[in-house]
Nanobody, 126 residues
Framework: QMQLTESGGGVVQAGDSVRLSCSASGRFSHYTMGWWRRRPGKEREFVAAHTWSGGRTYYRDSVKGRYTISRDNTKKTVDLQMNSLKDEDTAVYYC????????????????????WGQGTQVTVSS
């Protein structure tokens, strides 16, 4: 059973950058890794994902060009670099894993993810 631990959250100013990191224990190969978030009063939503096979990346529209997901398969980590942060990026951010082979549609379905971290809070103040 994969276990995921996020780190790197905090309180930042609008326009700042934050880098989140997720460390995995157990098998890491052949898993697509994703980042999700839950904004205040909202449902959890897809943010970004990085596949094992082919190294494809997917992003929600509102973070494209500002966020970058990357993974280090040797260290079993997946990072989320967040730049030009906005108030609406305030959320608890979760790392998650699912079996590889997702489509562009299914990678955005949280029901397909089988492992989740505890989450890390990112608060953006203006």
């Amino acid at each position: 059973q994969m276990q995921l631990t996020e780190s790197g959250g905090g309180v930042v100013q609008a326009g700042d950058s934050v880098r989140l990191s997720c460390s995995a224990s157990g098998r890491f190969s052949h898993y697509t890794m994703g980042w999700w978030r839950r904004r205040p009063g909202k449902e959890r939503e897809f943010v970004a994902a990085h596949t094992w096979s082919g190294g494809r990346t997917y992003y929600r529209d509102s973070v494209k060009g500002r966020y970058t997901i990357s993974r280090d398969n040797t260290k079993k980590t997946v990072d989320l670099q967040m730049n030009s942060l906005k108030d609406e990026d305030t959320a608890v951010y979760y790392c998650a894993a699912r079996a590889d082979g997702a489509t562009a549609l299914s990678v955005r379905d949280q029901r397909t993810y089988t492992a989740w971290g505890q989450g890390t809070q990112v608060t953006v103040s203006s």
